[in-house]
């Protein structure tokens, strides 16, 4: 079963919509309204009361019990009195890296949720979901991935090594594992859920450690159209919310290709995974920085160089005289001429700066960003993956 080819994409809504801090132009409801990650980033509270205790009254001498006072309104307290008082009291902010959400922001999500099921519904996927809570090993199978960094990790009261969910594919893996033969293929699944990342910088760019992902998987199906069906529907949604392809565009690229050209280069194929996650982070620090990150894995400076050269190639054609005929040229081929087929062809563009920093990824990949944006992050992203089930452990068949 691991062979079977299984492509996703997924709408990360703390970047999904989110990331870039774009104007959702909701014109159903006839009015503007924020789709940000403080917006989307959701954290179930219930909403607390505090109860103020009375204020302690002292004589009215500088000392008591031996602690110094602070004359407040005729009034002496003392520091540890103070610090009684604010220990009475419960503290009303959420927890770091999360938020509340009061009826209308709710709204705002729930009405966005609603697109994101009735486009999944409408190209025939049905709704799933698994716990929150997984086996931590599930997510650490693969060193060096920056999520595994980013894991929300502990032992529970059974002395169970346990992790909240930081993306939903692993589990989705497993369910499909679990149940075996069970299942008729293809599935066509999607999901909301929610996912937690401890990243260390949450306060720029309305980055939030709580997030909400939409995702789509499709299991079973071998040829390029499960790519361009996934395609298909993000642009359907895009259109639904009310954007245009000259305002959102679609990145695509193959990490057959992007395999088959540090291979020419010569990048020893056991750095391959660790060179696609530098390169992944290209956006986010920039071309010096990751020539010190490939310097840092063994890259040596003339590689670095030809693979950077190489990324700033936009045609496919040239692409091609580059590194010659491969699986990941004639796939991207294909994935260009079906998509004038469907019709959203004006919305994709070849970019081999795209390499998805996930380790399961084996073919096609893409992300789509905001053309006139200030942030240069991703909205939503997705790809194949077709040994995910091996890396979990299953068998080969």
């Known amino acids: ?73 005729n009034t002496n307290i003392t520091k540890k009195q103070k610090e009684e008082k604010k220990m009475m009291m419960i503290e009303v902010e959420s927890v770091k890296g999360t938020r509340d959400m009061v009826p209308f922001d709710f709204s705002s999500r729930l009405w966005l949720f609603q697109q994101f099921r009735k486009v999944a519904e409408t190209y025939g996927f049905q709704e799933y979901d698994t716990p929150i809570l997984e086996h931590e090993d599930l997510y650490i199978r693969k060193s060096g991935e920056e999520i595994t960094q980013q894991l929300y990790n502990f032992k529970d009261k059974s002395d169970r090594r346990v992790a909240l969910r930081p993306e939903m594919t692993p589990s989705l893996a497993r369910l499909i594992l679990k149940k075996g033969s069970e299942l008729a293929l293809p ?4 999901s909301i859920p929610q996912c937690w990342r401890f990243e260390q910088v949450i306060t720029t760019k309305g980055r939030r450690r709580e997030h909400y992902q939409w995702n789509m998987d499709i299991i079973g199906v071998a040829n390029i159209m499960c790519e361009v069906e996934l395609l298909a529907s993000i642009v359907s949604f895009f259109r639904l919310v009310g954007f245009s392809h000259h305002e959102i565009k679609i990145k695509i690229n193959n990490r057959k290709l992007i395999k088959k050209v540090l291979e020419k280069y010569g990048v020893p194929e056991e750095l391959t995974n660790k060179t696609c996650i530098v390169l992944d982070k290209l956006d986010k620090l920039g071309v010096d920085q990751i020539r010190k990150d490939l310097e840092d894995i063994g890259l040596i400076s003339s590689q670095i160089s030809l693979v ?43 970019d081999p700066s795209i390499v998805r920093g996930l380790a399961y990824y084996t073919g096609v990949v893409f992300e789509a960003y905001a053309v006139d944006s200030s942030i240069n992050r991703a909205i939503c992203g997705g790809g194949r993956y077709e040994r995910l089930f091996e890396q979990l452990g299953a068998s080969k068949k």
């Not at 959702?24 to 309204?33: K, P, S």
Request: aromatic content about 10%; overall charge neutral.
């Open 1 to 73: 079963m691991n062979h079977l080819p299984h492509h996703h994409v997924y709408y990360n809504c703390r970047r999904v919509i989110t990331q870039q801090t774009l104007m959702m132009r909701c014109r159903m409801m006839h009015h503007l309204f924020t789709i940000n990650q403080s917006c989307i980033n959701i954290q179930h509270n219930r909403l607390y009361s505090i109860i103020s205790s009375s204020i302690l009254h002292h004589p009215p001498n500088n000392t008591i019990d031996g602690n110094s006072t602070i004359q407040t309104n």
């Open 187 to 190: 599935l066509k699944w999607f």
């Open 308 to 350: 950077l050269d190489f990324l700033k190639i936009r045609n496919i054609e040239e692409a091609e005289r580059e590194v010659g005929d491969n699986d990941g040229i004639f796939e991207l081929k294909q994935l260009f001429k079906y998509a004038e087929t469907y019709n959203i062809h004006d919305w994709i563009v070849y």
